[in-house]
């Protein structure tokens, strides 16, 4: 078995390691009732909605190479000229508590020798780099081997906001780079599902925008200025809830409440009636006192083996 990075010409075998966690591919019909149906005879945008890029080589292949001209590290173990196993990692240089990370976003393999190897190799690019923090969310896309140990250094948990207008002068210009150094350095107080920097290269460039239902999606990338602070900010409308936005928010230092007032109002001119953010325990003051948690919460952990 090798390990090494990915190419191109492994999208095809990478895809079918994701493809074949799924047990069933399924579309909503003219009733509105899901139906089983072919692989073949989903839409690129239907087998996207099974769980991501990674459901056709088509929308590997634009994410692989997004990864190959620097935004990831994707990797793969390869047995008798095959892909059997697949790792991908991300360098994000964050504010603390996490501080500076090498974040494993997926790791899959055939079986507990491939997954270990995928592991040990993401480790040395960490010394390599002089990087000792390797986390991981949970729950999330990684299926650890054994003898793997994790540590938990951050959790965040949701809550929900109303939109509210005219409580705070604000400034709101389009995010028109998508380049990771805007954000070195910074944190992610809102949205922080997995890393600052995984989140931003999955959801800041445009790489599947040619895809009409994905396009149609009501979505902005921003930058905010209130109150003497600024933030990045990407909001999504929600699939099926379209008048709710989940919200991500870049800062150079911690969240501050006239961003969130910023956000709120801007979001309330945009047409939503609700908006969702995922913030640590650190954060939740800044949200305002009638932000209302779910019970949803995430964890980063730290990997030692």
């Avoid at 139906?35 to 292949?61: C, K």
């Avoid at 965040?156 to 150094?181: I, K, W």
């Amino acid at each position: 078995m090798q390990i090494r990075p990915a190419r191109l010409d492994d999208t095809a075998e990478i895809c079918s390691l994701f493809c074949a966690r799924v047990p069933v591919w399924q579309r909503l019909n003219a009733q509105g009732r899901a139906e089983d149906v072919a692989y073949e005879r989903l839409t690129l945008y239907e087998r996207w909605l099974h769980g991501g890029h990674w459901m056709s080589i088509e929308t590997g292949a634009v994410f692989l190479n997004h990864l190959l001209l620097g935004a990831g590290i994707p990797l793969v173990a390869e047995d008798d000229g095959h892909v059997i196993g697949y790792a991908e990692a991300y360098e994000s240089i964050e504010g603390e508590p996490v501080g500076t990370n090498l974040h494993l976003a997926q790791l899959i393999g055939s079986d507990n020798e491939t997954r270990r190897a995928l592991l040990d190799e993401v480790g040395k690019r960490a010394k390599g780099v002089k990087i000792s923090n390797i986390t991981m969310a949970l729950p999330g896309n990684v299926e650890l081997p054994e003898g793997v140990e994790t540590t938990k250094i951050a959790s965040v948990s949701r809550y929900s906001l109303t939109p509210r207008s005219g409580q705070v002068f604000f400034r709101v210009t389009d995010l028109t780079s998508a380049e990771p150094t805007l954000i070195q350095g910074w944190t992610m107080p809102v949205g922080r599902l997995t890393s600052a920097r995984h989140q931003w290269e999955i959801l800041i460039p445009r790489l599947f925008e040619t895809i009409p239902e994905i396009a149609a999606n009501q979505h902005a990338r921003i930058k905010v200025s209130a109150g003497g602070f600024d933030a990045l900010v990407y909001a999504a409308a929600r699939l099926y809830d379209p008048r709710s936005a989940d919200i991500a928010i870049w800062t150079p230092k911690a969240l501050q409440s006239p961003i969130i007032s910023a956000v709120r109002d801007w979001a309330g001119a945009e047409g939503f009636r609700s908006i969702w953010m995922l913030v640590p325990s650190s954060a939740v003051e800044a949200l305002g006192p009638d932000a209302e948690a779910d019970g949803y919460t995430l964890e980063t952990h730290k990997l030692v083996w």
